[in-house]
């Protein structure tokens, strides 16, 4: 498109004997031709940063330019850098506004031969933008359908959306990471329409934060997805968790949620494109896991998932049927047993250190010794024997995953 709006740029240049420029819808540039005349701050800016001030855009939108539908007159503006005033039509296709054909006033007075070239330019323009966006739109679609292909439960369409999407260059080839955005939310409860649009936000965020061709988005019901390529060899894990680290902060910033309820799961970096369905199955039991337990951070890699991967790996009635009754008994007893599970918890994952436990809770070693002593009458564990504190943690970790959102059997 570029090339065709720069050719068309020149050639109505040279027709008028001004400079010309194209915007799009945005006021950013798309498109200009040589200056011999005057040029101001606007224009330098426009060319060098692609883009105008927000006081200028603001000044625009008050003008009402972006409802103009014929050829009108923007006044000069020093205090905001336009110093020179601009004559403008707009380029619409079916009433949609696609972009601006811009003159110069400092080339001299605009005729009616200029007013009737503007029109004719922007006709031929708006032809140009409207094929290259419908060519957008169903390039898009196709590589839609394609990542729906890669994330099937079909192996047989893997390889075949895997070459399409090398192929057509939506992705160049080398390992692939999924980063899978989430929030959390009651089961069966739907995304809102902020939550969703928040979703798309951060992982686009991400994407734009990595090299053209490398890396595609998809949104799906509850949650969206990254797609990263880093270059073989490169290293993808640390990579990726950079990137989470980025997504989470956009992703808290536009649902305006607490930070503890946005979630980015990491999956493994994979060498073929074709298995990128288990990177994906592994970024969405990471931020399921990471919702669930709080104790991962809010991006969790799957590789350092440890027992809670190993869990998650079962259904929630086997996770439920292995607790241990004790412990199940401790936990089914509601708030009254809360200091009590706490301090198990912490013993437990401080490897039955009882200097570390203490410093953690806040209390004294001898109240650490009386819930512990507590614990054993209540649960029928002995603390002292290595079995015994292995079945409790891990019946402890496997009730928090028994709160996470099940995944279905085909993501």
Known sequence: MYSD?????????????????????????????????????????????????????????????????????????????????????PIRRDQVLLGFIWLAGSDGPVTEEHVAALREAAGHAALIMARKHLAGEQAKGREAELLRDLLSDEPALHADAAEELIEQESLVPGDVTVLVATVSRDRGEPLSEQDRLALGAAVEHGRRRLPPRGALTFQRSGHSLLIAVTPARGNAGEAAMELGAVMHERLVAESERDVDTCWIGVGEPRCSLRDLRR???????????????????????????????????????????????????????????DDLIETLTVYLDSAGDAKRAVATLHIHRTTLYYRLKRIQELTGLDLSLGDDRLSAHLSLKAARLLQAPRRQKSP
């Open 279 to 337: 990177s994906y199955q592994e970024a969405l039991r990471a931020a399921e896991i990471a919702s669930a337990t709080t104790a991962l951070g809010p991006v969790a890699q799957y590789s350092k998932l440890g027992v809670y991967a190993l869990l998650s790996q079962l259904s929630a009635q086997q996770v439920s049927d292995a607790l241990h009754p004790g412990v199940r008994s401790l936990l089914n007893a509601g708030q009254a047993n």
């Open 5 to 89: 709006l720069q050719q068309l740029v020149d050639h109505l240049g040279n027709r008028l004997g001004r400079s010309v420029a194209i915007d799009d819808p945005h006021i950013r540039l798309l498109a200009y031709n040589a200056h011999d005349t005057e040029i101001d701050a606007v224009r330098v800016g426009s060319i060098m940063r692609r883009r105008v001030s927000p006081s200028l855009t603001s000044h625009l939108q008050d003008l009402g330019v972006l409802k103009a539908d014929d050829v009108f007159t923007v006044p000069a503006r020093p205090d905001i850098g336009l110093t020179v005033e601009r004559i403008g039509m």
